[in-house]
């Protein structure tokens, strides 16, 4: 009978460690799939004579879904930012649209770019992809060797935002809606649940650009809001 058990036991743990071997194995194979199709389309964004970003548009041949390129100088958070009606469609699909637990960068589905809070969402990847490398973000070392600036790319229109508040918020806290009736008053509210002091004037914004990704097992969520300055 002990024997028995022993090998039903044996058996049990065998299939447990496969299963994390082949876990692993597409933790792997997922994030390399991400770095090949980013190198690829790395090729249709590049910096003018004028020093300005432009987005081609041929990249729509490969998803129709761009709405811009997002990036963020000493991360490796450089991607074009896609949307859909469904919020959910990209935590789980990569650029090409293909099965992938990456997923990609993707804008809040009822976002405008006139809106006075544009929010972008990727996942917390730990092997760096993605919003992975945002922890830097969360760390005052980070400014002082950049200056906390962050790129959207729309239309070859070029808009840098700066980062003033990072905090980690409960999945129930309001900081995604596009529009708020007291801007002034929520900006004051995001930069006094800063982790961090920007010591910056706040007073006088129109637009702010905010990155959420999940933390500690989904149960939270990183943010970081920047206020648009050109």
């Given at each position: 009978m002990k024997k028995k058990i022993f090998f039903c036991l044996k058996i049990f743990f065998l299939i447990l460690m496969l299963i994390g071997i082949n876990g692993l194995f597409k933790w792997h194979n997922d994030k390399k799939d991400i770095e090949n199709i980013n190198e690829l389309v790395t090729n249709y964004i590049y910096e003018n004579e004028d020093g300005e970003y432009v987005l081609e548009e041929e990249i729509n041949y490969y998803n129709d879904d761009v709405i811009a390129w997002l990036k963020i100088d000493g991360t490796n958070i450089n991607y074009p930012v896609v949307q859909t009606s469904d919020n959910k469609y990209y935590l789980n699909r990569d650029f090409t649209k293909e099965k992938n637990s990456a997923g990609w960068v993707f804008m809040d589905s009822n976002n405008k770019l006139t809106d006075q809070n544009i929010i972008i969402y990727g996942h917390h990847r730990k092997d760096g992809i993605m919003f992975g490398d945002i922890d830097k973000l969360f760390k005052e070392k980070y400014y002082k060797d950049y200056e906390g600036k962050i790129l959207l790319v729309s239309n070859n229109e070029n808009r840098y935002y700066k980062i003033f508040s990072v905090y980690t918020a409960s999945t129930e806290e309001n900081?995604?809606?596009?529009?708020?009736?007291?801007?002034?008053?929520?900006?004051?509210?995001?930069?006094?649940?800063?982790?961090?002091?920007?010591?910056?004037?706040?007073?006088?914004?129109?637009?702010?650009?905010?990155?959420?990704?999940?933390h500690n097992n989904n149960k939270d969520r990183l943010v970081v809001h920047a206020y648009r300055i050109e």
């Open positions: 900081y995604t809606l596009n529009n708020f009736s007291n801007f002034s008053n929520k900006i004051e509210e995001f930069k006094n649940k800063s982790d961090i002091s920007f010591n910056v004037d706040t007073s006088d914004l129109n637009q702010i650009i905010t990155l959420s990704t999940c």
